[in-house]
């Protein structure tokens, strides 16, 4: 009996110790270059930080959007920059499925004894991605401080689940999106405007857009609950767009759907893949 526990625990282990290593070995081969990877972190880093000017310079003209203050928008800012930075780091390469259908590669990683998932999100392993999520994260901080919130021992408690499931629901938008490309291969674009665009519209209270777009990104694609209704949940306030106020207390659950959706999407992908030929 011992021995199966220990043989089920390594096989459930094993994806996530191949991952670490396979992330590790391309660190360590950009290491290599260390100039030319802090120059590249430090650039991106000034990318996060020009998109938050923005939002800067969008509440300073406008004072309030929707009753929420300059911090409080840049609390929705700093959550969606930080779920969906991680969430390129963890799992951003699968948008590269396409091109590794047209090469031939994806028939090179399914002979592995490596899940090729995780051959996929850890090919050409970049940590200069980490500087899109510290200025992110260091933004969430400074906005948690300025916000008016009632840190209560659930509100504590619940904040970093909050922030776990929220770059859960990105993952699997990432991944859901790219399994587009096993029955288009030329859908990247497509799926790029889900992740990057779904990031662009999630930087900003939600309320501003139209209702049908608000219901969308609720009940069809629902990237509410990255930024949206965990900053409602903080803030104890009421939605201002007439949605259930119980629906802030749904993240969680939504991130297991859509980690469920979106390992359903791969495996189907995977069973509709007939290879590229010779």
């Known amino acids: 009996m011992a021995d199966v526990l220990s043989r089920t625990r390594e096989s459930v ?13 391309w660190c360590r081969a950009l290491a290599q270059y260390p100039v030319s990877l802090v120059l590249m972190t430090l650039a991106t880093s000034l990318g996060v930080f020009a998109e938050m000017g923005a ?11 929707e009753g929420f203050s300059t911090a409080e928008g840049l609390l929705v800012a700093g959550l969606a920059a930080t779920s969906f930075a991680c969430a390129d780091m963890i799992l951003g390469m699968v948008e590269n499925l396409g091109e590794h259908i047209r090469t031939g590669t994806l028939d090179v990683m399914l002979v592995r004894p490596v899940p090729p998932l995780v051959q996929m999100a ?3 392993f970049a940590p200069r991605r ?8 260091v933004v969430v901080v400074i906005a948690l401080v300025e916000c008016d919130i009632d840190w209560t021992p659930g509100r504590a ?4 689940v909050l922030l776990v499931s929220g770059i859960a629901i990105c993952c699997s938008v990432w991944v859901i999106g790219a399994c587009l490309q096993f029955f288009v291969a030329d859908a990247r674009q497509a799926a790029n405007a889900i992740t990057y665009g779904g990031q662009a519209l999630t930087e900003y209270p939600l309320a501003i857009y139209g209702r049908e777009v608000v219901r969308a990104v609720t009940f069809v694609l629902p990237l ?20 259930p106020d119980a629906l802030r207390f749904a993240t969680p659950l939504v991130a297991v759907a859509m980690c469920l959706v979106a ?3 791969w495996r189907s992908g995977l069973r509709h893949y007939r290879s590229t030929g010779s």
């Open 130 to 137: 980490l500087g899109r999520i510290v200025p992110g994260a």
């Open 157 to 160: 408690l619940m904040l970093p």
């Open 55 to 65: 939002v800067l310079v969008v509440f300073g003209h406008a004072g309030r959007l």
């Open 13 to 25: 282990l094993w994806p996530f110790r191949a991952y670490l290593l396979l992330a590790w070995t």
């Open 224 to 243: 509410a609950f990255v930024t949206w209704q965990p900053v409602l949940y903080l803030l104890d306030r009421p939605d201002p767009t007439g949605l």
């Open 122 to 124: 850890t090919d050409r």
């Open 263 to 265: 390992a359903a999407c």
